[in-house]
């Protein structure tokens, strides 16, 4: 059912996205879905000076890969674009100098060098350096009148600043530790705090959920809703995520980004999942959730106040989770673009079988590459099986021969079909366990153990095994020394 609940996730184009910022787009997300809402995307693009080119595209890609689709935005002709702030800049002067009009906020005439000696903040200026608050009406006429630079500044009424923290409770301080702020620049640029209330309040954004880090911002803020009378949303301050070895992520050990997840192919479901684990619970004891389960489940009232530790294996096994429950035909989609091709010529439809004998062994999509060589062994290690089989003698030759030509007869290629004729050759040789399976599994693969038989004479399809077993019995028959680098790579292998 639809409601009235809207989110949204405001990042800033400066750099790539990295775990942490996607976790907070992944509450926004899944709390407004979950409740039938809205989330809505804001590229905070205002500070001009920090913005890298490029970055908003590839912020954009990330948030597509993992799934958090925005609901709407400026129509582009295509999907949605997002709302960019900097494209707002008349908005928000034009609500700050109605802040003036209505005198909770005054003209700051300090220079920037006065303000910028006092600045302890990157991003907002100090309190009023002057006493520019209690300048006469008329003074700050002339002033305006003789071209005189000035910002606005907000005027912080005296007293406790209360705001309710859904997470954390109730967070009072006072307006004196707070400090009248500028809203404007003396170039009519907003400041972040001001464009981020003006943008929420036009939005009608009705929960605010974000790092830890912005806490301080939200006294701030609340002031700024309530001056431009309008509610306040609920605010709630996810807590902050550390790196895996318990300290914060630094610059030089940053978060890992998630183009970096994306590339190493990371089931996107399985990110949102951990991601949204981290400093909350869906209050029973699953871990492994659906978006959807997940959208279900998503309430802040589960969510805690204590740092929480990014951990890099419980991602890989989460993503392991979420590729099993993938169907084959889903599998093969996702894993095809990260296949090596180079190093193995593999058509899309060969994959699929592929897959089916190797996909236990995958965490993540690209992960193929390192087990696609116990199907594709190099023909080194092909030889080195042959030389281990002309050692065993005739009753390997028996068995590779007669597994031969029982599957050469199956009329179809099938797991059971191949187990069964491979069993049936044993009996009627009398050969069981090793005897059997490691002649034909060094023949094919060219190690004694591996995935399911059946799967791997599927996986290698009819031409590529009978090849693989009569490269094998010639090998045999040949008797290839320890030293011999057997017969090259075979037609159609890929070494
Ligand atoms: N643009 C801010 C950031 O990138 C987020 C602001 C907010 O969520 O209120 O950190």
Not at 313 to 323: P, V
Not at 400 to 413: F, I, K, N, P, S
């Amino acid at each position: 059912m639809p409601s009235s609940v809207r989110t949204r996730f405001a990042p800033s184009p400066t750099g790539t996205l990295h775990v942490g910022n996607l976790r907070i787009a992944a509450f926004n997300h899944l709390f407004a879905r979950g409740r039938g809402g809205a989330f809505v995307l804001r590229v905070e693009d205002t500070d001009r000076e920090r913005n890298v080119p490029g970055a908003l595209e590839a912020i954009l890609e990330d948030l597509r890969w993992s799934g958090l689709e925005w609901d709407e935005g400026p129509d582009c002709g295509g999907p949605f674009g997002p709302y960019v702030q900097s494209e707002r800049a008349d908005r928000h002067r034009d609500r700050a100098l109605a802040l003036e009009k209505r005198g909770v906020a005054y003209r700051c005439f300090c220079s920037d060098d006065v303000i910028e000696a006092a600045r302890t903040d990157v991003r907002e200026s100090p309190a009023c350096p002057g006493d520019c608050r209690s300048l006469p009406p008329r003074e700050v006429a002339s002033r305006i009148e003789a071209g005189d630079p000035s910002a606005l500044r907000f005027a912080v009424p005296d007293g406790e600043v209360h705001f309710i923290d859904e997470i954390r409770g109730d967070i009072s301080l006072h307006g004196r530790d707070i400090g009248d702020f500028v809203i404007l620049r003396s170039d009519e640029r907003s400041t972040y705090n001001f464009a981020v209330v003006v943008d929420d309040v036009d939005m009608t954004i009705t929960h605010v959920i974000r790092g830890a880090g912005h806490l301080s911002n939200t006294p701030k803020q609340a002031l700024l809703f309530d001056a431009l009378e309008a509610p306040r949303p609920v605010f709630a301050h996810l807590p902050t995520v550390l790196g895996p070895d318990g300290t914060r992520f630094s610059k030089r050990t940053g978060a890992p980004g998630v183009h970096r997840l994306r590339e190493e192919g990371y089931h996107p479901d399985a990110v949102i999942n951990y991601l949204s684990l981290l400093g909350w619970s869906p209050g029973d004891d699953r871990e492994v959730l659906s978006p959807d389960e997940l959208a279900r489940a998503m309430d802040l009232g589960r969510a805690g106040a204590s740092n929480t530790v990014y951990d890099p294996e419980k991602l890989r096994w989460m993503s392991a989770q979420h590729i099993a429950r993938m169907t084959l035909e889903q599998l093969a989609v996702a894993v095809s673009p990260h296949v090596d091709r180079e190093r193995f010529s593999l058509g899309d439809d060969e994959l699929r079988p592929i897959l089916e004998a190797l996909r236990t062994r995958l965490h993540t999509f690209s992960e193929i590459n390192l087990h696609l060589p116990i199907l594709f062994p190099s023909a080194e290690i092909l030889a080195e099986a042959h030389a281990e089989l002309a050692t065993e003698g005739d009753e390997a030759l028996e068995v590779l021969t007669g597994v031969r030509d029982a599957l050469e007869a199956l009329d179809a290629w099938s797991g059971d079909q191949a187990d069964t004729s491979v069993r049936g050759v044993g009996r009627a040789l009398g050969a069981r366990g090793p005897a059997l399976f490691h002649p034909v599994r060094l023949a094919l693969c060219g190690a004694r153990s591996g995935p399911d038989l059946g799967s791997v004479i599927v996986a290698l399809g009819r031409e590529r095994a009978l090849t693989r077993l009569d490269a094998a019995i010639t090998g045999i028959r040949e008797g290839e020394g320890p030293d011999a680098r057997g017969p090259g790579p075979l037609e159609g292998e890929e070494v």
